[in-house]
């Protein structure tokens, strides 16, 4: 018979130390002292798991061209290790050409419904082996993190030290990661801006150009803080430290990231492509007081003569109305900075804008609104048991459930945030630690908001001072966390619109 031999191993380091060599070796012997004629050799080195190799291909190239009678592999499990429907295609194709499957002692003819049974018993076994392959090969690797050795391909700025096991920083590369530090966090510049710094003094390691894509990595892996992190696909997380060698500090990463969530979602178009919305409260986390949505602060104008709204970023429908608040920042910029001197300058003016009196009537309010906000979390909770039940019992459809159970989750979260600071508030109040030195401590860093700073640096103290606020249609509160993360209200007005009329083209027509 005329014969193609078929080679077979999964990964280079079985082509150097293992069998491709002996495969070989034990075949051609075999064909020979079979008498059979040796037309062709085929040989992988890949995954059995796969139909699409290059090798194979050829192999079935050859089948379909006729030029051969029989596979000759020292082992079924070398063909094929695939699945069912890749299984399928492979034998149909050997058996419309008349083509067997040959293993040292076996003949296998796929028009032989015996004899592909057990060939099909063959390949699930081998199946059933890779798995259990693909199992201690994970279970290896998790093993390896877990005593704080590294596996995989790092970060060009390192390299991998057999001996310890680890990753060390290569010594011409350890400036990039400082130098983008400094950049993000010092001089407020964005991940575009930061590679064109880069590209002016360096390609990259691989000698590539630096692009937003590789700044963001950087700028978010744990790997430079010396941290190994990975995700299994049994939906384990092995988080290792000491693997790499420290690039930057664990603190700086995480100043990064807090960062890195002022910024998001706080430029709109208009704002990118006009160099940047420097705004006073742009890094103020802003949510509407009559939908519950995020406000962004949202650059119109020019770059020159900017114009600035609080505003949704997408109308949305509300209880049948579309809630679609956008209020000109002009009404409201200069009661924020008044406020701020107001509140530095006594007690009385701070009044204006705080409630600093620990009287009993307001913690009268205060347990009072505790119990209300417990009864309706725990009304939300029992909701939640009932919309299971339902879900459970066939009374409502999976997407339907899922979609509810998201919504009442998030009110849940909402609920329990809110009513930890009320506790921690009523704690505060009970132990009359909140009065007009404290607070007047805690403001000093606004003394001089509107005079030495410039917009980026207004901004960031603002975000410092105010990390949230709520924006209604005739006040902005802006909410800091004076004692122990409570929340501190600071009551701005917003201004009548001097400009209430705005035509559209359409409504002109």
Known sequence: MRVANYYRVSTKLQEKKFSLAAQKTELTNYAKNQGWTLIKEFKDVDSGGKLDKDGLN???????????????????????????????????????NQVKIAEPGTV???????????????????????????????????????????????PFEYAYDKNTSKYYAKEEWKWVIPFIDDLYLNHQLGMTLISQRLNEISSTPTGGIWNEHLIFVRLTSKAYHGV???????????SVDGVYEQLRSKDTYERIQIERAKRTNQYSVAGRKS???????KRTHLTCGKCG???????????????????????????GESCDISINTVRFDQNIINALKDILTNEELAKKYINIENDELEIKDLKKEIKKIEK??????????????????GGVKKDIYIERDKVNQSKVTIYEENLNKLYRKLKMLDSNKLNYEVLNHYMLIAKKIDTKLTAMEKAQLMGTLFPSGIVYEDKIVLITEVYDGIPIEVNIAINEDPNPFHFSKKSLI
């Not at 890749?86 to 419309?96: N, P, Q, S």
């Not at 296998?108 to 693909?134: C, G, P, T, W």
């Not at 190994?228 to 092995?238: L, R």
């Not at 160099?275 to 409260?281: A, E, K, R, S, W």
């Open 58 to 96: 050829a192999l079935l190239d050859c089948v379909e061209e006729g030029a051969i009678d029989v596979v000759l592999v020292i082992s079924q499990d070398r063909l094929s290790r695939l699945d069912t429907v890749a299984w399928e295609f492979l034998k149909d194709t050997l058996r419309e």
């Open 108 to 154: 296998v003819d796929l028009s032989d419904e015996d004899q592909e049974f057990f060939s099909d018993l063959k390949n699930l076994m081998a199946k059933r082996e890779k798995r259990s392959i693909v199992k201690k090969m994970m279970y290896g690797k998790r093993q390896r993190l877990r005593e704080e050795k590294g596996w995989g391909r790092p």
């Open 228 to 238: 190994s992190e990975k995700d299994f696909d049994n939906g384990d997380t092995i």
């Open 275 to 281: 160099g940047g919305n420097t705004h006073l409260l």
């Open 293 to 319: 949505r995020k406000i962004l602060i949202c650059q119109h104008g020019t770059k020159k003569t900017p114009r600035y709204y609080a505003k949704h970023g997408r109308k949305k429908r509300l209880n």
């Open 376 to 393: 309706e979390l725990n009304a939300l909770k029992m909701s939640l048991e009932r919309l299971l039940d339902l879900y459970l019992s």
